[in-house]
C-alpha cells in the first residue's frame, strides 16, 4: 500500500513547482489501458500479445511485443505486416487512456512551466493532446519511417500513408503483406525502418527542435534556484538507464531546487543524498493507482 504521508509531501512538491518535468518510460505506457482491449501497451506481457495479436502467436515465433526488437527469423512480408499493424493500432489508434489524462490534469492545474522527455515511440502523448511544443522522444518515433543507410539525413518520411496503403492488403490469417507494400526509400530505394533508435541508421536529427526546446526549458528550471522544479518521472527501469533515469537522478542530486518523485513498481529506489535530504521519494506500486492519487491531491 501507498504511503499516504509521502504521496501528500510529492502533491505539496507538484503544488509548489513552478516547473514540472514528466520523465516516461516503459512502464508508464504498460498502464495505459486501452478500454477496448482491456490490457495496457506492456511490450514484456505474453497474455497482451495474445491478446492484441493473436495469429502472431501462430505464424511467428513471438511471445510478446519486446520479441519484435531485433528479430530476424521472419519473412519482410511477416515483419511488415506485423509492424504495420502493430504501430496503426499503438501509435495512430490506442487512444485516450486515464493515466495519461491523470498526468495531463497534473500539469493543467495551474500555470507552470512544463515538459515532457520520454523513451516511448508510441506517440501517448499526443494522442491524449500534451502540448509537442513541450515535449521530447529521445528514442525516435513510430509515426515516422527513414532510409535504413540512410542517404541523406532528409531521409525522413511520415509513415501513415504507407501504412494506409498497405493495411487492406495484409493476410489476417499469415499476416503477411505483399511485398509490393514494403517501403522503399524515395530517395535511393533503399530499405527503409521506422525512424527509431535501433542503430547507428537512426536520424537523430530529425528530433533537434525538440531536443534544443527541452535543453531550454531544463536551463529555465534549474536557474530559478528559489523555485521548485519536479520531476515525475514514471516506469523507468534499467534497459537504457544512461537516456532517462540516471540523468534525472544527476539532477535531483546536484541541483537543491530539484525534486524527484520516482514511480516504478519494480526499481523505485533513488539517490541516497538526495533521500536523506528530503528531496526525492520512490513508489513501487502500480503506476495508474499513484497517478491517480497524486492528482486527486493535487486539484483538491
Not at 122 to 147: H, I, P, V
Request: charged residues 20%; contains cysteine.
Amino acid at each position: 500500500m501507498t504511503d499516504s504521508t509521502e504521496l501528500s509531501t510529492a502533491a505539496n512538491w507538484i503544488r509548489q513547482s513552478s516547473s514540472i518535468l514528466i520523465a516516461a518510460g516503459a512502464g508508464l505506457s504498460a498502464s495505459a489501458v486501452n478500454p477496448q482491449y482491456g490490457v495496457g501497451l506492456d511490450y514484456t506481457s505474453v497474455a497482451a500479445f495474445r491478446q492484441l495479436y493473436p495469429r502472431m502467436t501462430q505464424v511467428s515465433t513471438m511471445r510478446c511485443m519486446y520479441d519484435a526488437i531485433g528479430k530476424h527469423d521472419w519473412t519482410p512480408e511477416l515483419m511488415w505486416g506485423y509492424l504495420f499493424t502493430h504501430v496503426d493500432k499503438c501509435r495512430f489508434n490506442w487512444g485516450s487512456t486515464s493515466v495519461y489524462q491523470d498526468l495531463k490534469q497534473i500539469l493543467s492545474n495551474k500555470p507552470i512551466d512544463s515538459f515532457v522527455i520520454t523513451t516511448n515511440a508510441d506517440g501517448m502523448f499526443e494522442q491524449n493532446k500534451f502540448d509537442m511544443t513541450r515535449f521530447l522522444s529521445t528514442q525516435g518515433d513510430y509515426s515516422l519511417l527513414q532510409c535504413l543507410k540512410p542517404c541523406s539525413q532528409q531521409s525522413v518520411y511520415e509513415a501513415r500513408p504507407y501504412i494506409e496503403r498497405a493495411l487492406p492488403h495484409i493476410n489476417p490469417q499469415t499476416m503477411e503483406v505483399p511485398s509490393k507494400y514494403i517501403p522503399q526509400c524515395p530517395r535511393c530505394g533503399g530499405s527503409m525502418f521506422y525512424c527509431v533508435r535501433g542503430g547507428e541508421w537512426f536520424i537523430e536529427s530529425a528530433f533537434d527542435n525538440q531536443r534544443h526546446r527541452y535543453r531550454d526549458f531544463l536551463h529555465r528550471a534549474i536557474d530559478k534556484k528559489n523555485d521548485l522544479f519536479t520531476i515525475i518521472e514514471v516506469g523507468v527501469g534499467f534497459n537504457t538507464p544512461s537516456v532517462l533515469r540516471w540523468p534525472m537522478d544527476k539532477l535531483v542530486s546536484e541541483f537543491k531546487n530539484v525534486r524527484l518523485i520516482r514511480i516504478n513498481m519494480h526499481a523505485p529506489d533513488v539517490p541516497v543524498h538526495a533521500r536523506k535530504e528530503k528531496r526525492t521519494i520512490g513508489f513501487d506500486g502500480d503506476a495508474a493507482q499513484i497517478i491517480r492519487q497524486l492528482r486527486d491531491m493535487v486539484i483538491a
